[in-house]
């Protein structure tokens, strides 16, 4: 828990550019709940370009470059496998949060209540 007492919060999604289109849904539908602006929100790069990147950070969502971890090696897969085999240590990345809620990219949120229950 973080200093304050209250809980910290925050989604993590990843995306490459050519999934952009989905992840700006998915970012416009959580962001546009008022209960949404209390969460960090954090973007795995898998391959995002400056504009994308612009997009995201204009909405508040700070973008980072993940680690291969299980002893996979960079070019031994595409980059956008990154984004499973990074969820376990997703706590490593943005730390000091109390609870970590890991969306799609291809997700639309249409009611506020599948977030809360998740």
Known sequence: MSNTGAPRTVMITGADSGY???LRGMIET?????RARGIAMRCLD???NEEDRRWLAGR???CFLPQWHFGIREGQFPRTQIGFLVRPY????PPGYDTYLWLDCDLWIQGWDAIQRF
């Open 30 to 34: 959580f962001g546009s709940d008022p």
């Open 46 to 48: 898998l391959g995002l």
């Open 60 to 62: 508040g969502v700070e």
């Open 90 to 93: 997703l706590r490593d990345y």
């Open 20 to 22: 952009m289109h989905l």
